[in-house]
């Protein structure tokens, strides 16, 4: 197995907040809680490029590792994933194209700041 690590950049975007700031994964410039209310929303989004050298029968996804608040959203090409507890493990060999965006959306239940707390990865699975 071969993982790629999606660190920096990332752009997060809070309710409030314009134009988004550029932050690493794990997120290392914490929100304040005070700018913080219940269903606020934080979305992180990148881009990258499809790993090269695939081959047909290897199968690669995607590894939210860990977060903090409600997990409302994670799309990939436009293909939303249903929330799961942490860690999000999805498949994206059949969506998978020559350039890719993933869009993760938090919500605070509570006041509590979400954030990306663990890494998010790509694993490649040779056949």
């Not at 090269?52 to 959203?73: H, M, P, R, T, Y």
């Amino acid at each position: 197995m071969h993982v790629i690590k999606l660190r920096r950049p990332w752009d997060r975007t809070v309710d409030l907040e314009q134009p988004p700031v550029v932050v690493d994964v794990p997120d290392a410039i914490p929100l304040t809680a005070t700018s913080i209310s219940a269903g606020d929303q934080v979305r992180y989004q990148r881009g990258f490029n499809s790993p090269s050298g695939l081959a047909g029968a290897d199968a690669i996804c995607l590894c939210v590792g860990a977060w903090q608040g409600k997990l409302e959203s994670v799309q990939v090409n436009g293909t939303v994933f249903s929330p799961a507890h942490a860690p999000l493990v999805v498949d994206l060999s059949k969506i998978l194209e020559g350039f890719n965006r993933i869009e993760i959306t938090l919500t605070s239940e509570s006041g509590e700041v979400p954030c990306l707390t663990g890494d998010v990865v790509l694993r490649i699975q040779e056949d």
